[in-house]
């Protein structure tokens, strides 16, 4: 089974990244920190940049994270409230038939006018 290519790149991004990092550590190459810094228009950009990526990113994580804590796998509090609401309905609905039941057929009462009557009958 192969693994999905999103996991490759980060895979082979990280071990890039863990590459230059051993690099600098050995002094295999030196970045030209010196020069970025000694031009303070280059860094005042790169650090302006560098800033609204991340508060982009942050703002992204943070909806991501939030949708996902908030997002539950049952029912919405509406949803339940409309369940409730049908379940009390179903039991008036019974109650009424046995109060009809009792007090006699309500088909055989003969009414013109009586549309449940009609739904009733054989």
Same mark, same amino acid.
């Given at each position: 089974?192969?693994?999905?290519? =999103? #996991?490759?790149?980060? @895979? /082979?991004?990280?071990?890039?990244?863990? +590459? !230059?990092?051993?690099?600098?550590?050995? &002094? $295999?190459?030196?970045?030209?920190?010196?020069?970025?810094?000694?031009?303070?228009?280059?860094?005042?950009?790169? =650090? #302006?940049?560098?800033? @609204? /990526?991340?508060?982009?990113?942050?703002? +992204? !994580?943070?909806?991501?994270?939030?949708? &996902? $804590?908030?997002?539950?796998?049952?029912?919405?509090?509406?949803?339940?409230?409309?369940?409730?609401?049908?379940?009390?309905?179903?039991?008036?609905?019974?109650?009424?038939?046995?109060?009809?039941?009792?007090?006699?057929?309500?088909?055989?009462?003969?009414?013109?006018?009586?549309?449940?009557?009609?739904?009733?009958?054989?």
């Amino acid at each position: 089974m192969r693994p999905p290519r =999103l #996991i490759l790149f980060w @895979i /082979v991004l990280i071990a890039a990244l863990l +590459f !230059i990092e051993f690099a600098e550590l050995t &002094r $295999l190459f030196t970045l030209p920190f010196l020069q970025a810094i000694s031009n303070v228009v280059a860094f005042a950009f790169a =650090l #302006i940049f560098v800033t @609204i /990526v991340a508060l982009v990113g942050a703002i +992204f !994580i943070g909806i991501y994270v939030s949708q &996902r $804590l908030l997002s539950s796998r049952g029912f919405s509090p509406f949803e339940e409230e409309m369940l409730k609401m049908r379940a009390e309905v179903m039991e008036m609905r019974r109650q009424m038939h046995d109060l009809l039941g009792r007090s006699g057929d309500p088909s055989s009462s003969g009414r013109p006018g009586d549309p449940d009557a009609s739904e009733r009958r054989p």
